[in-house]
């Protein structure tokens, strides 16, 4: 099934991804799945708020 990635912060598209990734082996702890919905941090989102490089989704 796919979802769609948005930003949580500035609402920006970030893509397509399917849910299986989401079971694989390291999963992403800054994903919240609402819906068919992802919402995570873009990278400019993630630069300003000073998030981790190993926290990257793209």
């Known amino acids: 099934m796919l979802v ?3 930003c ?3 609402d920006q598209v970030l893509g397509e991804m399917e849910l299986d990734d989401l079971t694989s ?7 919240n799945i609402i819906g ?3 919402y995570a941090l873009c990278p400019d989102c993630m630069n300003e708020l000073e998030v981790g490089e190993y ?3 793209n």
Do not use: F, G, K, T
Not at 25 to 31: F, Y
């Open 8 to 10: 949580q912060v500035c």
């Open 4 to 6: 769609m990635r948005v």
């Open 36 to 38: 068919n919905v992802a």
């Open 25 to 31: 082996e390291r999963p992403d702890s800054i994903i």
């Open 55 to 57: 926290r990257r989704l």
